[in-house]
């Protein structure tokens, strides 16, 4: 079965002291920018039904051209057995594919996959018994989150409808003053369907006309609006991610369809509603989801339930509705009597964490598995057996993968220690799971159900990876002004020699309510990276973080500035007290709510050489209006600009406030389409610092959003990386030339 992964893997160190620089060859070679080329990570895993097979997804960049310079991102399946002394894994796909959401047929013999195939993407089937990969579902919206019904004959799947194609009317009232849906000519309807109001099919729709009648008017305002200029919106939630939303509406909704190419497609929910992770019963009469009901603007629906629905099509009901929870990662118990889900308390959102909880299927009132586990679960699943639940959460900069028996009781770690669990499936008796550590970024590995016997499965980085020096985190804890402990990790630059200082990056995370640890992947090659350039690396997880409960995630309300970096500058003071660190050269970094906390630091704090603030937020009275995160303000401060107590919250809470004195050297990154913090954040931190005259430069990244950092276009990823290293080393004086600067080969 496969689950969506809805958590990074980070993982824990023990050390109570600065380990030494690890080589894992003869002559290792430093980690160099372009070896974020290589790295690769597998996840999306099935596990089939026998336990002796694995599907599941290789992420990869490859060079579009030899020689270009210019590179892509490509999705491809993969098949491992399991059994100890099986074959290497092999390549199922190839090309420029996009290949996801792999799930084996019941007796083993099929995969129903994704294909990212031009606008849309379709659910192919690839046999294991030879043979090209054939779509089979061709519905006009797109399909995606195939699964099996439990004989193998059939699909679920889901696809986006348009708000004319639910079959019902919109429940809300418009929300454009003194108008009212239906009151002008849907001509996305019209288009869609292959009408204009001129053909001799299409109903007689009002002439549209700029100097004719109102409806006239109307209806060539409305045509102006569907051809997407200008964009009309009667919405709060105007941003995604890189674009603004289309005008309208989609609603998402599950399908079933014969397992052959050319079957048809039968919608099992109906209705203005969303309807997403569908999973049958045993018996493939009925499937249970989850799904977020419209009886009001879609803006202002904040709670999701659980459904269930014939198969058929012939029509569903609400299996529960809990006041006072939203609800996510519904699974079904093998034997189709129990579902489990992820439970949300709303009272206190932005800093709730899900909790595991139960429900017989027949309904009636839920209970939780593990109420004493305080801890923001994720990725839910039952064992094959029934007798446990398994899920992954962060914990003390780590990501484990726990179990607790259905019955309830105390959760467990089945593969926890200094590791973390990015993707896990779990089947006859074999469980496979994608692991990060310092040593290996991203491998599968494969064990029993109790995380015994634990083999390494492929090979997806290691073998480049044996042959670099890498620098092994070491944990330290630090005690706050608030009595909290504070986790943070120290690792040495590379080739550190006895009675030599080093600089020091202090590196944050954002969220701010992330967590980082040891192994955590996205900034695995970044602080190795770093250190290879003869940089310390002091990464801590302050208040607000999460993995340390309920509590400490909350401990950051109406406080994003002072509390955090009081908690940030403790653990640089202590890891500072360690003979090789040069406390005259200490540098900063990090992005979105980091890059508001390094624009926080040096508006409060002078010890730093230099500083990047990347793709942050330095005014949160102006965020509220620009940014699609707009909710973290009324979450995390308590209300909203207008009002008086808040506005003077706000103000205090940002770095735009403290400007004047901000005198250490920034770099500013930001890219051109991050609609989540808004990129005129900062514009509005460089002009007020030109103004002033004080030392500045800001870099702008085209055609990205938000997460260059992480799936942006790999050049411009390395270009990043280096502009980073390239602004501290304008500032900071080395004693000796660092590894990676010294004309080392990648």
Excluded at 100 to 108: I, K, R, V, W, Y
Excluded at 467 to 484: H, I, Y
Aim: glycine share 10%; hydrophobic share 40%.
């Amino acid at each position: 079965m496969t689950r969506p992964t809805l958590a990074l893997a980070l993982c824990l160190g023990f050390s109570p002291v600065v380990a030494p620089v690890v080589a894992t060859a003869a002559e290792p070679t430093p980690i160099v920018t372009s070896d974020v080329l290589k790295l690769k990570t597998a996840a999306e895993i099935d596990v089939s039904a026998d336990g002796r097979w694995a599907v599941y997804v290789v992420s990869s960049i490859a060079e579009k051209a030899p020689g270009s310079g210019t590179y892509r991102y490509d999705r491809h399946l993969w098949l491992a057995e399991l059994a100890p002394g099986a074959p290497p894994p092999r390549q199922l796909t190839f090309g420029e594919r996009s290949d996801g959401s792999p799930t084996f047929s019941p007796d083993g013999q099929r995969i129903a996959f994704v294909r990212a195939d031009g606008e849309n993407s379709q659910v192919w089937l690839l046999s294991l018994g030879g043979g090209e990969a054939q779509p089979v579902t061709a519905t006009k919206r797109g399909a995606d989150s195939p699964v099996w019904s439990p004989d193998g004959t059939r699909l679920l799947f889901r696809s986006d409808l348009p708000s004319w194609e639910i079959g019902a009317p919109l429940p809300w009232s418009s929300e454009r003053p003194g108008r009212s849906h239906g009151d002008e000519p849907d001509w996305a309807a019209l288009r869609d369907a292959g009408k204009t109001p001129a053909s001799p099919a299409a109903p007689a729709e009002p002439t549209a006309r700029p100097d004719g009648t109102l409806a006239e008017i109307r209806a060539w305002l409305a045509k102006n609006t569907a051809d997407g200029d200008p964009r009309v919106y009667d919405r709060q939630d105007l941003q995604g991610e890189k674009d603004l939303v289309e005008a309208g509406f989609t609603f998402s909704h599950l399908f079933v369809q014969e397992a052959r190419h050319g079957a048809a497609a039968v919608a099992i929910t109906h209705g203005p509603a969303d309807f997403f992770d569908g999973h049958w019963t045993p018996d493939g009469r009925q499937v249970v989801c989850v799904t977020t009901a419209y009886p009001i603007h879609p803006d202002r629906v904040t709670d999701s339930d659980l459904w269930i629905a014939p198969a058929d099509g012939s029509g569903g009901r609400q299996l529960l509705d809990w006041p006072g929870f939203t609800v996510a990662n519904v699974v079904i118990s093998p034997d189709g009597g129990q579902v489990a889900f992820l439970a949300f308390y709303q009272a206190h959102q932005g800093y709730t964490e899900a909790q595991v909880a139960v429900l017989p299927i027949t309904g009636g009132t839920p209970r939780l598995a593990a109420p004493a586990f305080d801890r923001d679960a994720s990725d839910l699943s039952f064992s094959p057996d029934g007798q446990f639940l398994y899920f992954t959460a962060p914990d003390q900069g780590a990501f484990p993968l726990f179990r607790v028996p259905v019955t309830g009781g105390n959760a467990d770690a089945v593969v926890g220690g200094p590791r973390g669990v990015n993707d896990y499936d779990f089947d006859g008796g074999a469980l496979v799971a994608a692991v990060t550590s310092v040593e290996s970024p991203w491998e599968l590995q494969v064990s029993n159900g109790d995380g015994r016997e634990i083999r390494r499965l492929t090979d997806l980085n290691d073998s480049w990876v044996s042959g670099k020096a890498l620098s092994r985190p070491s944990v330290a804890w630090v005690q706050n002004d608030d009595g909290k402990r504070v986790q943070y990790w120290v690792m040495e630059p590379l080739g550190k020699k006895p009675g030599v200082k080093y600089p020091v990056v202090l590196a944050i995370h954002g969220g701010p309510s992330a967590m980082w640890g040891p192994g955590e992947f996205t900034m695995w090659h970044e602080f190795q990276l770093l250190a290879s350039w003869g940089y310390g690396v002091v990464y801590a997880n302050p208040r607000g973080s999460g993995g340390y409960g309920f509590d400490f995630r909350r401990a950051n309300f109406q406080d994003w500035g002072p509390g955090p970096a009081s908690d940030l500058l403790a653990a640089l003071d202590k890891a500072s007290r360690l003979p090789w660190v040069d406390t005259d050269q200490l540098v900063v970094t990090g992005g979105s709510y980091a890059g508001y906390m390094t624009a926080w630091l040096i508006s409060q704090d002078h010890r730093f050489k230099a500083a990047v603030a990347q793709r942050g937020v330095y005014d949160l009275k102006f965020f509220f209006g620009e940014g699609n995160a707009w909710r973290l303000v009324p979450w995390h401060f308590g209300g909203y600009p207008w009002q008086r107590e808040i506005a003077e919250i706000l103000d205090r809470n940002s770095p735009i406030t403290h400007v004047e004195n901000i005198r250490t050297p920034l770099l500013i990154q930001h890219t051109d389409r991050d609609l989540r913090t808004g990129v005129n954040q900062s514009e509005a931190l460089y002009k007020s610092l030109k103004v002033l005259g004080k030392p500045v430069e800001y870099v702008r990244y085209k055609e990205e959003g938000h997460e260059l950092s992480r799936s942006g276009d790999p050049k411009r990823r390395m270009d990043r990386l280096n502009r980073i290293v390239e602004f501290f080393e304008r500032f900071v004086k080395h004693p000796e030339p660092p590894p990676a600067g010294a004309g080392a080969p990648p």
